[in-house]
């Protein structure tokens, strides 16, 4: 089966740092795109990048670029998304998603990770 | 970027009824359009792609249509489980976007 296994929710305050992650199994890790796609509370989803962990290429959506970083460890089959410096505005589900097939369509999901930043 | 409308923002339907979702590009985007289903407190699963295409898995009652600027989700018969948000999302280019979703509520 395949699946995108998330690591757990995260309480942190402004200025800190974070790294958040998530495990494929499954499937042939390097020769997937893995995106990250934020989900403030009570919103819609906004998509904010991808990475291919095959050689790391990645792309960033406008919105998020300078923002967050997208990197990927192969050697574990393991994507991650990290901040250097949280914002109150950080705070949303962030969820990974796998492309499906050689298209921009995603799936499966990763089962999110709630992140909570507040003083 | 790609501009993502959808209409209604919800809906209010009872089990049985025939739901239509509609989702507009800001410019044409062939037929790259997925649907995805969301519900309260779980991660968004993919019923839809390429505008009509059915992922393995989804009931037939699910379809999807349109290319260019507009398209459609269909629900044909709503059963007790569909009641969640439903979003688009345009693949044809990066940045990739996701419309506003529709909440389909019971009535």
């Known amino acids: 089966e395949v699946q995108l296994v998330q690591s757990g929710a995260e309480v942190k305050k402004p200025g800190e740092s974070l790294k958040i992650s998530c495990k494929g199994s499954?499937?042939?890790?390097?020769?997937?795109?893995i995106a990250w796609v934020r989900q403030m509370p009570g919103k819609g989803l906004e998509w904010m990048g991808i990475?291919?962990?095959?050689?790391?290429?990645?792309r960033y959506s406008p919105t998020f670029q300078g923002q967050v970083t997208i990197s990927a460890d192969k050697s574990i089959s393991t994507a991650y998304l990290q901040w250097s410096s949280l914002k109150a505005s950080d705070t949303a589900m962030y969820y990974c998603?796998?492309?499906?097939?050689?298209?921009?369509?995603?799936?499966?999901w990763g089962q999110g990770t709630l992140v909570t930043v507040s003083s | 970027d790609i501009q993502m409308t959808q209409s209604p923002s919800s809906v209010s339907a009872s089990v049985g009824d025939r739901v239509t979702i509609t989702c507009r590009a800001s410019q044409g985007i062939s037929s790259w359009l997925a649907w995805y289903q969301q519900k309260p407190g779980k991660a968004p699963k993919l019923l839809i792609y390429?505008?009509?295409s059915l992922q393995s898995g989804v009931p037939s009652r699910f379809s999807g249509s349109g290319s260019g600027t507009d398209f459609t989700l269909t629900i044909s018969s709503l059963q007790p489980e569909d009641f969640a948000t439903y979003y688009c999302q345009q693949a044809s280019s990066y940045p990739l976007t996701f419309g506003g979703g529709t909440k389909v509520e019971i009535k």
């Open positions: 499954g499937y042939s890790f390097t020769n997937y795109w």
């Open positions: 990475i291919y962990p095959g050689d790391s290429d990645t």
């Open positions: 998603a796998r492309r499906f097939s050689s298209t921009e369509y995603f799936d499966p």
């Open positions: 390429a505008s009509s």
